[in-house]
Structure formats: structure tokens, C-alpha cells
């Protein structure tokens, strides 16, 4: 135990640059990704590259034609929530290089490894979610009809 600066060795107030390098590489390919779907999921409510028969059919298919509208605005709905989880993405390497990448917001402690794997963009520790998620139920208002 190394006690120079008033801590334990095994207390770490940030990950290394080995281990941030290791987190940048799991965040890029997401980003890679999370970009290629966004293309997809943004070509699939865009109608700028439908090569079928929308113009030559006939115009009366109101089931067909509410069904696509459905499909685009749920499309498009995945396409922003989309672009949020990239945005994310990339403030997680802003973090990187600050070299603040891993640390809780709340706590201050850092989040573990096998978090950040599975959520690159994690700003929170589980126990720091858990307060949050426990917090958002006990704002809620009651419903009547429930009690």
C-alpha cells in the first residue's frame, strides 16, 4: 500500500491512458457505427431515394399510405434518439481527452470497467443511477385512480 498521497494504491481517482486508449477504441467503433445506422434509419423516412411506384400507383390507399406515415415518424423518432446517442458518444471522448472519462458526475468516484464497456457514455455509477432512478418515481404525482 502506497501512502505518498494519501491514498491506497488500489484508489484511483482516473483511469490510465492505456485504459482510457482501450475505452476511445470501444467508443469509436460504436460511433461507427451508431453513424452508419443513423444513415439507414434517416434514408428510410427521407423520401429522396425511393426508387418504387409511389408516383405511378393509385392515390387512394389510405390504410397503405397512414401505415407509412406511421412507419416515417416512428423512423424519424429512432433517427433523433439516434443522433442523442451519438452526441453522447462524442462527449465521451471530449472526456477522454480531458482526461475526467469514467468519473461518476455525482459521486465522484470512478465507474467500473465492465460499465463502460457495455455504456461507453455512462456519466453515471450504478449506485448514482439507482438514487436518480428511486428520485424520478418519488417526483411523480399520484394518480387517484391507482390508490
Same mark, same amino acid.
Given at each position: ?14 483511469? =490510465?491512458? #492505456? $485504459?482510457?486508449?482501450? /475505452?476511445?477504441?470501444?467508443?469509436? @467503433? ?5 453513424? &452508419?445506422? %443513423? ?31 406511421? =412507419?416515417? #415518424? $416512428?423512423?424519424?423518432? /429512432?433517427?433523433?434518439?439516434?443522433? @442523442? ?5 462524442? &462527449?465521451? %471522448? ?54
Amino acid at each position: 500500500m502506497k501512502k505518498a498521497t494519501g491514498t491506497t494504491s488500489t484508489e484511483k481517482n482516473r483511469y =490510465s491512458d #492505456e $485504459e482510457l486508449e482501450e /475505452f476511445k477504441q470501444i467508443i469509436l @467503433k460504436k460511433l461507427e457505427k451508431a453513424h &452508419n445506422d %443513423l444513415k439507414l434509419l434517416t434514408e428510410s423516412y427521407t423520401t429522396g431515394n425511393e426508387h418504387d411506384t409511389n408516383d405511378t400507383s393509385p392515390t387512394f390507399k389510405v390504410l397503405e399510405e397512414g401505415y407509412q406515415v406511421f =412507419s416515417k #415518424e $416512428e423512423n424519424s423518432k /429512432f433517427a433523433a434518439r439516434q443522433e @442523442k446517442f451519438i452526441k453522447s458518444l462524442e &462527449n465521451a %471522448l471530449i472526456r477522454i481527452e480531458n482526461k475526467t472519462y469514467g468519473i461518476c458526475r455525482v459521486t465522484g468516484k470512478l465507474i467500473p470497467k465492465d460499465r463502460l464497456r457495455s455504456v461507453p457514455h455512462a456519466t453515471l455509477s450504478i449506485e448514482a443511477k439507482r438514487v436518480q432512478v428511486v428520485a424520478s418515481f418519488a417526483s411523480r404525482p399520484i394518480d387517484p385512480d391507482l390508490e
